[in-house]
Nanobody, 125 residues
Framework: QVQLVESGGGLVQAGGSLRLSCAAS?????MGWFRQTPGKEREFVAA????????FYADSVKGRFTLSRDNAKNTVNLQMNSLKPEDTAVYYC?????????????????????WGQGTQVTVSS
């Protein structure tokens, strides 16, 4: 079982930046970030392949968020810039259900088997 621990959430003003980190107990899995607000389904944010060479972003964050991974440290990092109030949510890190190819990215919650506890991001206007 892969254990995931997120960190880096908090309160920031609109236009500001935050960096979320996810530490994994195992390496070599494709990873993703999702977010959720009360009453809504979990929403895809960004994904990265096992190798780190492929990334994919939701249209709502493209150009503002950057996902990277450090396989030596078993961590993935989500750099969030130009934050907007609509980015406010609980952010979850997840590891993929399937090993797949080293360049594969996954974008739906069903593709992920293990989830972190979540970290709150609040963007004030």
């Amino acid at each position: 079982q892969v254990q995931l621990v997120e960190s880096g959430g908090g309160l920031v003003q609109a236009g500001g930046s935050l960096r979320l980190s996810c530490a994994a107990s195992e390496r070599d899995w494709a990873m993703g970030w999702f977010r959720q607000t009360p009453g809504k389904e979990r929403e895809f944010v960004a994904a990265i392949s096992r190798s780190g060479g492929s990334t994919f972003y939701a249209d709502s964050v493209k150009g503002r968020f950057t996902l990277s991974r450090d396989n030596a440290k078993n961590t993935v990092n989500l750099q969030m810039n130009s934050l907007k109030p609509e980015d406010t949510a609980v952010y979850y890190c997840a590891s993929a259900r399937f090993m797949g190819y080293s360049s594969t990215v996954y974008t739906t919650p069903a593709d992920y088997a293990y989830w972190g506890q979540g970290t709150q991001v609040t963007v004030s206007s």
